[in-house]
């Protein structure tokens, strides 16, 4: 394995920012983590790459940043139950396809989420009603501190909404290096969402298969939110805060039209999209920074954008909310 020097950062990022990484290995089998374990790099900064759909480099990375490019799926099946492993530097829609085309239920909802199988745990990712933590039986994850592999169970991953301990407790500590998905070929498709039933309803597919789903799942997405492939962007931007009821309705005084999903008796989820809308952002453009005109949520890179410059805007947007809603957003994105 080789370390590589002063590498340039643009084409390893969806938002398509320029930065320079100091050192930069990329890591094609897992066994290579021990290399780099034994020499010593994890006791100064480094940051783990999967398919850079999810980070704004704001500045050059003084550190070393590790590329998870490991491949592989394999499945058994054991009654109804699939298990499906993937390594971390799979494209996570690529598993959503091999699941589709062996016609495995349970993944087809979160096709198109951009980035890698190492990164699903991470951030918990989820679309259209399903979440991974609805999925995942293991993860296996290199221990940089001990230099050492260890398997969670989906329990020990603390999952929550788009969090996991890997982004809060253990920020950092762990590299994924493969996934378990543990499928079942009773599971019901779940077509709830309702831009799923409608698009069903218009293609007049009244008993969707999952490869139906997947591609209406796909389209939604594609007609909603920008290609990285040729338009910079990292998804959401924020996170859906999740307030309480109280609050909620003290809002809704003043904005009966608010979006809200309730969590729990005490809490509701709020549609951030529809704050930032609310406050005049939708399609503005900044520079070379632009609010998706289709999805408030996702801020967008026009070409030439910094990191800085996106990181500013997001600045101004939570101040914005802030102002008019009493609200804190909370980026989803990882800022470097
Ligand atoms: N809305 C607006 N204006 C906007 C955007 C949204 O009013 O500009 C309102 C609409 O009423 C809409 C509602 O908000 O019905 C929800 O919007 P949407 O269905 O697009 O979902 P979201 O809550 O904004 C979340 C995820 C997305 C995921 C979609 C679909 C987060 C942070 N984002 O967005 O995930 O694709 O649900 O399930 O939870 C991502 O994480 O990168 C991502 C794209």
């Not at 990022?13 to 374990?37: M, P, S």
């Not at 918990?124 to 221990?143: H, K, P, Q, S």
């Not at 289709?294 to 805007?313: D, H, R, S, W, Y």
Request: proline share 3%.
């Amino acid at each position: 394995m080789e370390l590589q020097q002063n590498i340039l950062l643009k084409k390893h990022n969806t938002f398509g920012v320029q930065a320079i990484a100091k050192q930069f290995a990329e890591i094609k089998d897992e066994r290579q983590l021990i290399e780099l374990y034994n020499t010593g790099i994890f006791k100064n900064r480094f940051f783990v790459l999967g398919g850079g759909s999810n980070v704004l480099f704001t500045t050059d990375f003084e550190g070393t940043i590790i590329k998870i490019s490991t491949k592989g799926i394999q499945h058994f099946i054991e009654g109804t139950n699939i298990y499906v492993t993937a390594a971390g530097g799979e494209v996570w829609n690529d598993l959503v396809w091999y699941c589709v085309r062996h016609d495995f239920p349970g993944l087809e909802n979160m096709a198109l989420i951009p980035g890698t199988v190492g990164a699903s745990p991470i951030q918990n990712i989820g679309a259209y009603g399903t979440e991974l933590m609805d999925v995942m039986y293991t993860c296996r994850a290199f221990d940089t501190l001990t230099g050492v592999f260890k398997t969670f169970n989906n329990k020990e991953c603390g999952f929550s909404y788009r969090d996991s301990i890997f982004k809060s407790k253990h920020k950092g500590r762990y590299i994924i290096v493969s996934v378990t998905y543990k499928l079942n070929l009773h599971t019901q498709r779940n077509t709830s969402y309702g831009a799923i039933e409608s698009e069903l309803t218009k293609r007049a597919i009244s008993n969707p298969t999952i490869k139906d789903i997947a591609e209406v799942v796909s389209f939604i997405r594609v007609e909603k939110l920008p290609d990285p492939k040729t338009v910079g962007n990292a998804g959401s931007f924020f996170k859906n805060p999740i307030i309480l009821n109280t609050q909620l309705e003290n809002l809704k005084l003043s904005y009966p039209n608010i979006v809200n999903y309730p969590i729990d008796t005490m809490h509701s989820k709020v549609a951030a999209g529809w704050l930032i809308e609310q406050c005049g952002w939708k399609g503005k453009e900044i520079g070379e920074v632009v609010i998706w005109k289709n999805q408030a949520l996702v801020i967008t890179n026009k070409g030439n954008a910094t990191g800085k410059e996106i990181f500013q805007v997001s600045k101004e947007i939570i101040d914005s909310v802030f102002n008019n809603f009493g609200i804190e957003l909370e980026r989803e994105v990882n800022i470097l």
